[in-house]
């Protein structure tokens, strides 16, 4: 055999002593741990987001869009902080901004603002642009009135341009997908979101 074919039969005989000494159980434990570990992780975090606080992303080029709440949130985009407690509590407040499945197009995400919950008298103007003409619903469980328990009534801040519950009845609180609290983008509107009234 030539030596450069004795080496390499040398080397390869090196290179597996060398391999079988690798501790392969306690590295394949390690990976595994790990891999746990973020996995734990992840869960955590999608928990977070899902059932306590997120992040939406509030601009024309998301699901969420259009100048139905200006000047609240900004038309050119807002980022916002996501609370997701009190709707499933039922806690929320008139004046507060919701995150919520259209009712008229579950595919579609809208953010509007609070003005009614079940017990409460909602006047709104039925179509701002044309007049002033005030309708008045009271949003209580009897059977004559078309807002049952459970629903909130929501509108847009720019009430020119806004489909809402003028237009679709009240929002079930099934709906609705958390209370926006805060600004987190663009840095110079950081801050919370107030309740207006």
Known sequence: MSTAGSRIASFLRGAAARFGKVPWREIREDAFERAALVLKAACFVHVVNAYVVGIA???PSSTVRGPSMLPTINLTGDVVAVE????????LAVGDVVILLSPE???KTVAKRVLGLEGDAVTFVIDPARGSAFQTVVVVLVYLLQV???HVWVQ???IYSSRDS?????????????RAFCKVWP????G??????
């Open 84 to 91: 997701r407690v009190s709707p499933r509590w039922g806690s």
């Open 105 to 107: 197009n579950p595919r």
């Open 156 to 158: 847009g801040d720019n």
């Open 192 to 197: 919370l979101i107030g309740q207006k009234l």
């Open 57 to 59: 992303f509030v601009r």
């Open 148 to 150: 049952p328990e459970g």
């Open 166 to 178: 003028r237009q679709f009845g009240p929002v079930p609180y099934g709906l609705i997908q958390g």
């Open 187 to 190: 840095p110079e509107a950081v």
